[in-house]
């Protein structure tokens, strides 16, 4: 009997090109989305649909209690389509939110069901200011202002309840700026990019070495150093799953 997977944002960037992976690895996939339009395409993909909105507790720890997931991957975000800018101050605090709220509410519905690991989604470009390359024990930039305080403090409050989960090994991820299929760049973007499905490989590295712990996931580049991941998960910016070829890279 293959082990239960519960991915929270199974429908998003990240969440398409995970799953393959862990339907591939031989896991049973529950994906959550809130809008149930959207769980067909999922059941299409070989993933079992669960319609509920995060922000709603006791809908998500039925849920989840039912599933009995021994694994949890938060991937939600809350981002206009092309990120957006006109939209993008508003999408901060909603973001936040998910980050916020969102998490607690995951990692008390993970620890009611038994979860053992719980991986997440977090971002690699909100350090504060100092030397370079950033590595994870760099102060984050909670000093900022504006939208990017706002998104900063989302961050914090993330990781905090995801690394601060009593009997669930916690494991954060701060992946650099996604591109590649599904998201809004083809090409790499930003001070520290990350082909989105790299990013995939390295959640599924996360869930074979269950460590608890900060991972940069970036390419490698000045600003950020992705050493650490390299180092404990065995990932490689270069990991990537190239279906039309039929070879992965």
């Excluded at 769980?39 to 649909?49: C, D, I, N, S």
């Excluded at 720890?61 to 039912?66: E, F, I, S």
């Excluded at 809350?78 to 605090?93: E, H, Q, V």
């Amino acid at each position: 009997m293959s082990e239960n997977i519960f991915v929270a944002g199974a429908a998003g960037a990240i969440g398409s090109a995970l799953v393959p992976l862990l339907i591939e690895a031989g896991y049973t996939v529950h994906g959550t989305t809130r809008r149930p339009e959207r769980a067909r395409a999922l059941e299409a993909r070989g993933v079992v649909p669960v319609v509920v909105d995060v922000f709603d507790a006791e809908a998500l720890q039925a849920a989840m209690v039912g599933i009995k997931p021994a694994i949890v991957i938060h991937q939600l975000t809350d981002l206009p389509p092309d990120l957006d800018p006109r939209k993008m101050a508003d999408a901060a605090y909603r973001n936040a939110r998910v980050r916020t709220e969102g998490t607690r509410n995951l990692v008390a519905a993970a620890q009611a069901a038994g979860s053992r690991l719980l991986v997440a989604q977090s971002i690699a470009w909100v350090y504060a200011p100092g030397p370079l390359p950033h590595v994870e024990e760099h102060p984050l930039d909670l000093q900022a202002e504006g939208s990017r305080r706002v998104s900063v403090e989302g961050v914090a409050a993330l990781e905090r309840s995801v690394l601060g989960a009593k009997g669930i090994t916690g494991t954060v991820l701060r992946y650099g700026q996604f591109y590649g299929p599904g998201t809004s760049n083809a090409e790499p973007k930003g001070a520290c990019p990350v082909h989105v499905e790299a990013a995939a490989r390295a959640t599924v590295l996360a869930l074979r070495n269950a460590r608890s712990g900060i991972f940069n996931i970036a390419e490698d580049n000045p600003e950020v150093s992705s050493e650490k991941a390299k180092r404990a998960l065995g990932w490689h910016p270069s990991m990537r799953l190239r279906e039309r070829q039929g070879v992965a890279s």
